[in-house]
């Protein structure tokens, strides 16, 4: 009998500075594409949880979450080369302020990182999936509160 998969789900981290720039990385997940930080989330863990875990490990930075940014799906995603269990993932993207300022990348996952400006950012060597969070956080278009208190209060 063939086992069952779901999709999983992922959070990232759009994380922007005082100076409005974003921290993008640079991750062998995506080829070496620019990304945001974050990662799946594990059973039992809460969304923003995940995220505040996944940036710790990632980049060594602490975080206030403020908002849902966006949602997307990506079913078998070009250009994603971890293999797992089922290559369907849906992303939720938040609005993040950094506590701390220090970056550190895992050289894990992580290759590198960058602070840039959103119309810097467009620019750069990005997936779908980061070129559409940047398109909502330039529109400033937001999923409605009443969805984005259950994630963010649980």
């Known amino acids: 009998m063939a086992k069952t998969a779901y999709p999983e789900p992922v959070a990232g ?8 720039e974003i921290l993008l990385v640079k991750s062998g997940n995506w080829n070496g594409k620019w990304v945001v930080p974050g990662g799946h989330v594990e059973l039992g863990e809460r969304i923003v949880d995940a995220l505040r875990r996944e940036v710790m490990e990632e980049v060594g930075l602490k975080i206030n979450v403020t908002r849902l940014l966006s949602v997307q799906e990506a079913i078998f995603p070009k250009g994603y080369s971890r293999r797992t269990k ?16 220090k970056v550190k990348a895992d050289r894990t996952e992580i290759s590198d990182f960058k602070w840039v400006k959103p119309s810097e950012a467009k620019k750069l060597k990005t997936g779908p999936y980061v070129k559409h969070a940047l398109d909502m956080y330039a529109k400033a278009e937001n999923i409605p509160l009443g969805l984005e208190e259950k994630l963010l209060k649980g």
Not at 13 to 20: D, L, Q
Not at 89 to 95: P, R
């Open 86 to 101: 089922s290559r369907h993932m849906i992303f939720f993207d938040f609005l993040c302020e950094p506590v701390t300022s």
């Open 13 to 20: 981290a759009f994380i922007v500075n005082r100076k409005g």
